[in-house]
């Protein structure tokens, strides 16, 4: 009976460590969809908008400045989300390498018929209880811990990169926009002047070769305009992309003239190039994310030349 008993016990510890298997296939059609069905007007977007100083009288955006963009792109694109869910994961990583070692029980039971023996049942349970050496624990620790702030500075990387896509992005698609318009005007012109030069050389005013001179210079006018309407669909899909949104939610954005100098010039910081330099070396992302990087590299080492020295396994009899 008791073995029948021990049986079960041990039996119901086992199954308590399964862990059973849930697929979770990616569904491309959903997620097609749920990037196709993203709109600027959205109820989330709108409140984080609030949440960073907008108006409620200034929602939703009809005229989508060069800042409206940079959140839109902060917001929609899923870049920034993969860094946050990797930072999750550095920090849940601290909390493992925080772990101690658990101690094993193991039982063992004998059946002997030997005669000699006063009883033919023997039962033996041990526990063994680990203990690391050499600092490993704190060293595991150190390690995730430089790991996960490498991964929160990785966010801030991410949210600046985005930032300086969608503008660049914007600006060359403004830029191509008002290419095309003033492209558009020097076809026409050069049209009315081939026309021109079309009526003089009837009336004999004008040689054959400045009329040849003109078609070419038509030619040249309307191969960069068909160039420049070519490039434009690239570039909405690419400012698209950039802020997180389908090519046909883009279409229904008033985005205003962001191609400003004058407002540039006058945003631009007026810092002493030494304060520049200084913030540069001290503060830039990359390179604290490469100092963290180091550290890690660093605390690796360490652990190995730690692992030479052999753990203890205290087993109490």
């Known amino acids: 009976m008791k073995v029948i008993l021990i049986s079960v016990i041990s039996l119901s510890l086992v199954a308590c460590g399964f862990q059973d298997y849930i697929a979770k296939p990616i569904d491309t059609k ?33 005229q989508w400045t060069l800042d409206d963009l940079v959140y839109c792109a902060l917001f929609f694109n899923p870049n920034l989300n993969i860094a946050r869910a990797q930072w999750r994961s550095a920090e849940a990583a601290k909390l493992t390498a925080a772990e101690m070692r658990l ?5 063992n039971y004998e059946n002997t018929d030997s005669n000699e023996s006063s009883t033919p049942h023997a039962y033996k349970l041990s526990i063994d209880l680990p203990i ?49 318009a003033l492209l558009e005007k020097e076809q026409a012109k050069r049209q009315e ?10 009336v004999g005013e004008s040689s054959n070769l400045e009329l040849s001179k003109a078609n070419l210079l038509l030619q040249d006018a309307s ?27 883009l279409a229904s954005m008033q985005i205003t003239d962001v191609i400003n100098a004058e407002k540039i010039l006058a945003s631009a910081p007026n810092h002493p190039s030494e304060e520049i330099q200084s913030r540069a070396i001290f503060n830039r992302l990359d390179l604290r994310i490469a ?27």
């Open 223 to 249: 191969a960069n305009l068909e160039a420049a309407q070519r490039n434009q669909p690239v570039l909405t899909a690419r400012l698209a992309n950039s802020l997180g949104l389908s090519p046909a939610a």
């Open 30 to 62: 959903t997620i097609a969809d749920k990037i196709n069905n993203r709109r600027a007007n959205d109820t989330q977007f709108q409140e984080y908008l609030v949440n960073h100083g907008y108006s409620a009288a200034q929602l939703p955006i009809q």
């Open 193 to 202: 002047i081939v026309a021109i030069f079309q009526k003089r050389m009837q």
């Open 103 to 107: 101690p094993t029980l193991s039982g």
């Open 132 to 180: 690391e050496t050499a600092n490993k624990r704190n060293i595991r620790i150190e390690s995730a811990q430089h790991l996960a702030e490498a991964a929160k500075l990785k966010i801030a990387l991410s949210a600046w990169q985005l930032r300086t896509e969608a503008i660049r992005a914007v600006y060359d698609y403004v830029y191509n926009q008002k290419l095309i």
């Open 291 to 317: 100092l963290e990087r180091y550290a890690v590299a660093e605390a690796k080492v360490k652990l190995e030349i730690a692992r030479q020295y052999p753990d203890l396994v205290f087993k109490p009899g």
